[in-house]
């Protein structure tokens, strides 16, 4: 049999292993190997797993590739698969991730051991996170000229045409995963309310690209920043699946006739993609550490009251709380707003970031092991051009910069919805005869904030003058 083992590439075109697959004319067979323990702390994933994994059988039904799940680890499912069965040549797209690359290897190893063709290609980044590097070898830790120089590297290679794997059949097709795709989604039905809110597959992933470089990528600059317009692709959950590729994404922006500033800006946000996976292929230890060391010894605070509250949207402040409702119903946050709530708890509450990297892979759709890494070290100023850590986000000006009249505090915080523009930033400043007038009352209605912003300013920055020290 020829096979494809489908790892995070959730797509037919621009799919190198399915090309060279169907190359092959017969017994062609895919199958995708469940590991539990890579999504037990990713409950949001585990809906948009199950949906890709329903979209994705009937492509390959209509490729007259027969597939299957597997609910075991990969090794050990190699190990036993190939003592019972004959393969002629395995294909899979690589995943450039340490922990993924370690058991890539010793499959590897095992394959050789036993020799069975293989054939390994590239994953959905633009290049290796090894190719870009500074004139001495060493990794870049800034991102612009990290981005200077990959982004040159990259057109100068002439490689981002799309693979086409061209016309597919539409046979008639009845799911025979279907009962094994199912066991994947959580216990908790909190995800049936994503549906209303997405719908997952490699089709929808090339309309949404479509639909927003022909419009909204011109004012893009502009409208990024503010939450309550549709102003971003949202493509982030469909590119973390692997359903529609970075090389895609940069071929179609870069026909474009006109390209302006938002044109740049959203090239940069692959840049940034680009940039987390460099640090942490170079950097391994930022999974769960610091990239900065200092840090290690940084005061963190271990109030669970405070995280509790800033996880259940309950902070006293509007456009935290705001955020943090629309992550949990929708499964995503406006980027913007990852800056805001991050530096909230990370510099307001002084907890741990790895507390809110925890809860992000945990409610995101669009989770990336790299890119949340490295967006709260960031954030927490202790990873790669990472923002000061005095640089402490006012969530007060935060929202009446990005969120003036309110409308998008007002969408996720309805008991809100009366209070005037003036206060709706800052609902414990209204006075008492306005809060009469309108029938609110701030304890009942809404919280009273869980920390004076002034002071947990001054709090952080004394701890972060400890560990100058």
Known sequence: MNLFWLRNDFRINDNVAIKKLLEQKINLKAFYLYDEDKFKDRSAQKWWLYKSLESLEKKLFN????????????????????????????FWNTIDLPDEKKIENQ??????????????????LLQKPEETVKKDGTPFQVFTPFWKNAEEKYISSKNYSPIEIGKVKNKIFKSENIKKIQKILPNKKW????????????????NKIKSFLKVKINNYHNTRDIPSVEGTSKISPYLAFGEITSKNIFYQSSKLKNKKTGYRKYINEIGWREFSYHLINHFPKMKNKNLRENFDNFPWS???????????????YPIVDAA????YETG?????????????????????????????????????????????QWIAGCGADAAPYFRIFNPMIQGEKFDPDGAFVKK????????????????????KDISEEIGFNLNKDYFAPIVDHQQARESALRAFESIKK
């Open 63 to 90: 490729l007259d590739i027969k597939f299957e799940i597997f609910f075991e680890k990969e090794f050990v499912f190699f190990d036993k698969f190939i003592k019972k069965n004959k393969i002629n040549k395995i």
């Open 412 to 431: 996720w915080l309805p008991k809100l919805k009366n209070i005037p523009k003036k206060y709706i930033h800052r609902p414990w400043e209204m006075p």
């Open 324 to 327: 943090m409702k629309e992550l």
């Open 302 to 316: 271990e109030n669970k009251t405070h995280l509790k509250k800033w996880k259940k949207g309950e902070t006293g």
């Open 191 to 206: 995800y049936l309310k994503f549906s209303k809110y997405w719908e997952p597959g490699e089709d929808i992933a090339e």
């Open 107 to 124: 499959i590897i190893s095992l394959f050789k051991k036993n020799n069975i063709e293989f054939n390994v290609f590239s994953s959905n």
């Open 332 to 376: 995503w946050m406006h980027n913007r707003l990852r800056m805001v709530v991050g530096s909230f708890l990370v510099k307001h509450l002084r907890i741990n970031w790895i507390e809110g990297e925890k809860y992000f892979k945990d409610t995101l759709l669009d989770y990336d092991l790299a890119n949340n890494i490295a967006g709260w």
